[in-house]
T-cell receptor, first 114, second 111 residues
């Protein structure tokens, strides 16, 4: 019940295209869903996050779509750029407990071809 | 946002030895964590570093193998003890303020 399943494992997109990464969770107690971006040799950096009281959140070219009934959420990267090439992790936590314990998905390696 | 530094950034160690990793934050934070990222894998929480008390370990991680200190609100150390090649990973310090931030990581290779 603590798992977060992420797909695909890797993704290749042409410049200007849309990158879509999907995650599914089981624990209905999760109430905070962030996405992290990690470049080689760096720690993960928060990209965007959502709580289940909204179905979509957009920040620039990055959008999270959230489907509470299906227990799924996804990251959409519009107009993908070579600089977006990185590993993306979805995560989930029980924010109300304020423990900060993040459960991470397996990661998706995105390559944006020029 | 919090700025986190870790030392060392990378190390190559021999089997059976121990390595202590330091984490320094530029501001006082209540919650501090240690994660492990095995090669090509996701991040797994090792423990929560509690200031002034023993760390809280996740299932599969024990104090004898990963002793943690947290002497104040800006600093913590993680020791990887009696290392084996299976301990080769990136070890990441993380803090939670309004959001959760990660340090650059310590890349450990055990021969």
């Amino acid at each position: 019940q603590q798992q977060v399943k992420q797909s695909p494992q890797s993704l290749i997109v042409q410049k200007g295209g849309i990158s879509i990464i999907n995650c599914a969770y089981e624990n209905t107690a999760f109430d905070y869903f962030p996405w992290y971006q990690q470049f080689p040799g760096k720690g993960p950096a928060l990209l965007i996050a959502i709580r289940p009281d909204v179905s979509e959140k957009k920040e620039g070219r990055f959008t999270i779509s959230f489907n509470k009934s299906a227990k799924q959420f996804s990251l959409h990267i519009m107009d993908s750029q070579p600089g977006d090439s990185a590993t993306y992790f979805c995560a989930a936590s029980r924010g109300s407990s304020n423990t900060g314990k993040l459960i991470f998905g397996q990661g998706t390696t995105l390559q944006v071809k020029p | 946002s919090a700025v986190i530094s870790q030392k060392p950034s990378r190390d190559i160690c021999q089997r059976g030895t121990s390595l202590t990793i330091q984490c320094q934050v530029d501001s006082q934070v209540t919650m501090m964590f240690w994660y492990r990222q095995q090669p090509g894998q996701s991040l797994t929480l090792i423990a929560t570093a509690n200031q002034g008390s023993e760390a809280t370990y996740e299932s599969g991680f024990v104090i004898d193998k990963f002793p943690i200190s947290r002497p104040n609100l800006t600093f913590s150390t993680l020791t990887v003890s009696n290392m084996s090649p299976e301990d080769s990973s990136i070890y990441l310090c993380s803090v939670k303020g309004g959001t959760q931030y990660f340090g650059p990581g310590t890349r450990l290779t055990v021969l």
